[in-house]
């Protein structure tokens, strides 16, 4: 019973999404009507608010962490396994994938997939971001410095813990970020992918009102 409640805790605090609730603080554009129509911390960026992106990829990455951090830490009190703390890794995931409060329409979960890993290890976690940095820098593009990024951090996982119910946890977060991905990935094979610091600007914001 245990185990079910903690995982159901964890898909509910997946389910609050940062984009949103940090655009609406900023009085910006909803970002799932503009850009990727992705409510994430990249698509928020095109925004031109760099201070609510920031908040967005801090609090979708600290609900991840957030989640697994709890279940780990209580799991001899609540005499759960790590079973248990995998579920909740997948279920806080979920929750930002497909969040209940806003209509099951959420992110990709590149934010929320690095908290989780830095709750699970923070080694993981910071190999992961610094995979996500490189590839970022040199091509400048987040979805493919994301696939990568997700590519290779079951692999870390595996070189440091071997396997075990975590692990498919990771690849699970791994296989479903690269799902919500697939657009990303077909406009990278066409040439037609945005980059990073586009300089197009969402509407509703300051500068878009500017140029009317």
Do not use: C
């Not at 709750?119 to 696939?147: C, D, E, H, K, Q």
């Not at 119910?165 to 296989?175: D, H, P, R, T």
């Not at 479903?176 to 610091?197: C, D, P, T, V």
């Amino acid at each position: 019973m245990n185990t079910v409640l903690m995982t159901l805790a964890a898909y509910l605090i997946g389910s609050i999404s940062f984009a949103v609730v940090t655009s609406k603080l900023f009085g910006l554009a909803d970002p799932r009507t503009y850009g990727s129509k992705n409510p994430g911390a990249t698509n928020v960026l095109r925004s031109g608010n760099k201070a609510a992106a920031v908040l967005t990829l801090l609090g979708d990455g600290a609900k991840g962490w957030l989640a697994v951090w709890l279940a780990d830490r209580y799991a001899q009190v609540l005499d759960v396994t790590d079973l248990a703390v995998a579920l909740v890794a997948i279920a806080v995931f979920l929750g930002h994938l497909w969040p209940v409060f806003f209509r099951f329409v959420g992110g990709k979960g590149v934010a929320t997939a690095l908290g989780v890993l830095v709750g699970i290890n923070p080694w993981l976690g910071l190999a992961t971001l610094v995979t996500w940095a490189l590839v970022a820098f040199m091509f400048r593009y987040s979805s493919l410095a994301a696939l990568v990024a997700a590519l290779l951090a079951p692999l870390y996982y595996g070189l440091q813990f071997g396997v075990d119910e975590k692990l498919f946890a990771v690849i699970a977060m791994s296989m479903l970020l690269a799902y919500r991905h697939s657009g990303n990935i077909s406009n990278l094979l066409a040439g037609k992918e945005r980059r990073l610091f586009s300089k197009k600007v969402a509407p509703g914001t300051a500068m878009s009102k500017k140029k009317k």
